[in-house]
T-cell receptor
Framework: GENVEQHPSTLSVQEGDSAVIKCTYSDSASNYFPWYKQELGKRPQLIIDIRSNVGEKKDQRIAVTLNKTAKHFSLHITETQPEDSAVYFCAASTTGFTTNTGNQFYFGTGTSLTVIP | DAGITQSPRHKVTETGTPVTLRCHQTENHRYMYWYRQDPGHGLRLIHYSYGVKDTDKGEVSDGYSVSRSKTEDFLLTLESATSSQTSVYFC???????????????FGPGTRLTVT
C-alpha cells in the first residue's frame, strides 16, 4: 500500500516568516494530495489540495507544490501568523470513483507548527 | 462541517467491554471512513464503507468491526475493548464534486475513547 512520510515533525518560526512542510509518497498511482490543519482538540480541516495534473496551487498565503517524478509535495505558508499554529497533515489518495470501492487516503504523521509572535 | 456528527463525543470504558461509536451524516454521501488518531501516528484508517452493507478493512482493523445498514449511519464496534484502543476516533466522508471540487474528505468532530 501507499506510504506517506512527512517532515519535519515540529517546526517553529517567527511571525511573518515562511514555513515549509514536506511529504513524500511511494505509490505512483496516487494522484490527489490534500493538506489538513488541525487545531488542538478540533477535527482536521481541509485547507488546500492538489491533483497530479497540476504542479502548483496557491490560495492566499498558502501554496502547495507537487513533483510527481520525485514523488514529493510540499506545503508553503508565507507571512505566518500566530493563528497558523496547529498540526498540519498531508495525505495521498488514488481517485477510485470509477470503481465501486471509493478511494483510500493515506496520511503523514503530522507537523506541529508554532508561530512565535 | 458536511453534516457529520459523532456520538458519543467522550467515553470511558473498562477493558473487555464492548463499545459502539456512531457516525451520522445528513447529506447522503456514499463513502464513509473510520480513523483513529494517536500521537506520532497521524490518522490511520480502521475501516471504510462504499455503500450500504459494503465495507472493507483499513490498515489497523484488528479488534474492530463496522456496520452500515443505512446510508446515513456508519457504526464502529470494539468487540472487547483493550487499553491499546484508547484513542481519538474520527469519522469522515468523501464525495466527488463536494463544494465544487472532487475527492475531498471531511471529518466529524471526533470521539475521545479511554479504555481503563
Amino acid at each position: 500500500g501507499e506510504n506517506v512520510e512527512q517532515h519535519p515533525s515540529t517546526l517553529s518560526v517567527q511571525e511573518g516568516d515562511s514555513a515549509v512542510i514536506k511529504c513524500t509518497y511511494s505509490d505512483s498511482a496516487s494522484n490527489y494530495f490534500p493538506w489538513y490543519k488541525q487545531e488542538l482538540g478540533k477535527r482536521p480541516q481541509l485547507i488546500i489540495d492538489i491533483r497530479s495534473n497540476v504542479g502548483e496551487k496557491k490560495d492566499q498565503r498558502i501554496a502547495v507544490t507537487l513533483n510527481k517524478t520525485a514523488k514529493h509535495f510540499s506545503l508553503h505558508i508565507t507571512e505566518t501568523q500566530p493563528e497558523d499554529s496547529a498540526v498540519y497533515f498531508c495525505a495521498a489518495s488514488t481517485t477510485g470513483f470509477t470503481t465501486n470501492t471509493g478511494n483510500q487516503f493515506y496520511f503523514g504523521t503530522g507537523t506541529s507548527l508554532t508561530v512565535i509572535p | 462541517d458536511a453534516g457529520i456528527t459523532q456520538s458519543p463525543r467522550h467515553k470511558v470504558t473498562e477493558t473487555g467491554t464492548p463499545v459502539t461509536l456512531r457516525c451520522h451524516q445528513t447529506e447522503n454521501h456514499r463513502y464513509m471512513y473510520w480513523y483513529r488518531q494517536d500521537p506520532g501516528h497521524g490518522l490511520r484508517l480502521i475501516h471504510y464503507s462504499y455503500g450500504v452493507k459494503d465495507t472493507d478493512k483499513g490498515e489497523v482493523s484488528d479488534g474492530y468491526s463496522v456496520s452500515r445498514s443505512k446510508t446515513e449511519d456508519f457504526l464502529l464496534t470494539l468487540e472487547s475493548a483493550t487499553s491499546s484502543q484508547t484513542s481519538v476516533y474520527f469519522c469522515a466522508i468523501s464525495a466527488p464534486g463536494l463544494a465544487g471540487r472532487s475527492y475531498e474528505q471531511y471529518f466529524g468532530p471526533g470521539t475521545r475513547l479511554t479504555v481503563t
